[in-house]
């Protein structure tokens, strides 16, 4: 019984840490400003005691997502793998939380590319890759390489199709 | 008798229409004219109008509908049109069909016809075609139809079957295995072999005493006599209620007297209830396809293709491991709505014969025997996870300290016990967890009171994650997700194996071969 080789597994693109970033920051300023909003309905209409706890404790916890968002920006992209062969797409990610996903070509349902204002400006493309029921996405790859592994995954899982 | 002229509904079915509409109206009419007599909410004033033009309307429409509907039973199709206001037509061809399910209530039985369901893979109501009525004959004939589309045929054998099936007397002994071998070669396709079905199980009486025992459905006695004597108490009769218990409890043997009479209801319930489920069941196989009959009074037919079967399931509840008993499941593809993704044949099976059954059903399946256990530090790492069940349950408990059932007890007297009840389970998954896989089988076992052993086969599961968190990583351990369609699909986790094995399985999974696999 021949064993497939396990592909060489490669990375998203250096951007993409930028493109996260700049999500969380726009994330963080709208979050904010609705916490701003919170505090001064708070002023104006006295809420009770213990909702201005609760917006302090939020005001902490962004706080501490903001430090975070940093290293986990650096950590998901230095653990994130894919690869593929012609049988199947390999996904790697996670640091703390490591997942390692194997989808067999054939089970592939349909494939598309994706990007948002924020990936258009680094000129990345996401994949999705959906199967029966699942649907798994390789984020932030420079467009041509995305558009690449699309028709690729397109191709191989096409031609197992009409083999069967 | 091969009919490929359009035909009309059996002229009974219009008698099950008004048989549904009548079961659906009379509550209706019961609630607007009985119960809400008196009120004046505007859905309830409108509603007295707009039911009874509603119920006329339909059953009205009822006889038009029998006109104007028709089906045409092709060689290679169904038709089924309507032409009413729109005229429409739909084909099903019979290699789309998937499932043919039948079922004959006891108003079929007393008319004498039956009703069939075809299943095919498409979504929602498109998907299935129902024939309320239908006589045996034709249901046969669809049945046959559907089969020849299949390399091997059977209908000698579906035949026979439908002989045994429509005689409402027939008492067939019982047999472990009984073969019909066809009469005649039904095609040249056909070898020998392939058209010949096999019973695989029959209950005996003692197997459905057993099995409602086993139920515990009997227990239901107890919530029923508690809302019948609430409710007695609601109709201002707490006098003699009070009187009742008071009287009831006077004395020892009173109190005997009583309980013994609920339990002995309560069995004689238990008995009717599982009797009337698998009093006629019967677990059969062809070469093709697996062919299933429950129901006492009410038989409900399936027949699933065998290529259909996903994995495997034998689950042993605590109360079933006590006995040696344990429930067969089987994962089926389909994407028909409301349907349910796993099908149970039957619950009360001894273990070794669950086992036996999916060899002799499933000969493709194996069961393998000596599956790898847990390692040592699996059993730490699962007792020292935080459980936040027990987290969760504890604070509600100590904001609200409530006292169920006029128990008083402290809040931590609760919380303690579900601490205790957790941890035993953990110990349990500890210990029922077992995994194994050879060429092409895949089996694993987890659970904590209730443990289910989970077979399947490479070409069958259509997706493998690996997942490990940052403890597992640091003691080599990691969680395995098997995924097989079902509808859509089913996941099935098996965690804290050695890093080791979820290597073996990638490599198992990716192994070459795997092209071979029918989808």
Redesign the interface.
Known sequence: ????M?PPLQRLSKDSIKVWLWKEAIENIVGSAVLVLLFILDRLFSWPVWAGWILYGLVGLTAVGMIWAVFRMNLLHKHWRYGMNA??LYIKS?A?????????M??VQSVSTSEGPLLKKYELSSVEVS????MHVIPALPKADAQKLRRQIALYSNV?VE?? | MIKNETNKYHPMAMLHDYIHLLKTSVPLFFLFFVLKADSSTWLFIYGRYVLPAGVIFSALYIPLKWYSHTYEILPSSINVSSRLFTTSTRTIPYSKIQQVKRKTTWVHRLIGMTSLTLETSAKGREGSVTFDVLRPSEALLIEQRVQKEKPDPEFETFKEEAVEETSPGDTSPREEIERVEPEEPASPLGSRNTGEKTIHFKPTKVDILKASLVSLSFLAVVPLAGSWLSNAEDLHFENQVNGLFEHILSSVWTITGTLTFLAAAGVVVGIVRTYKKYGRFELASTAERILLTKGAWEQDYLSVEKENVQAVLIEQSLMKRLLGLASLKLVISGENEGEEEVTSLYPFLPVKRAYSLVRDMLPEYRVLKNMDKLPRQALYFRLFRPSWLWMVVTTGLYIFKPAPFHIDLPWWVFSSVLLVVIILSRIQGYLHTRFQMDDTFIQTQTGGFTKTLYLSKRSKVIEVEVSRDYFQQKSGLASLTLINRASPVRETTVEDVPAAFAKRLKVWYTCKGHKERAS
């Open positions: 019984m021949e064993v497939m396990e049988d199947f996670g703390l939380k490591e997942e390692y996903k194997v989808i067999p054939t089970k199967t029966i029921g699942r197992e083999d069967e």
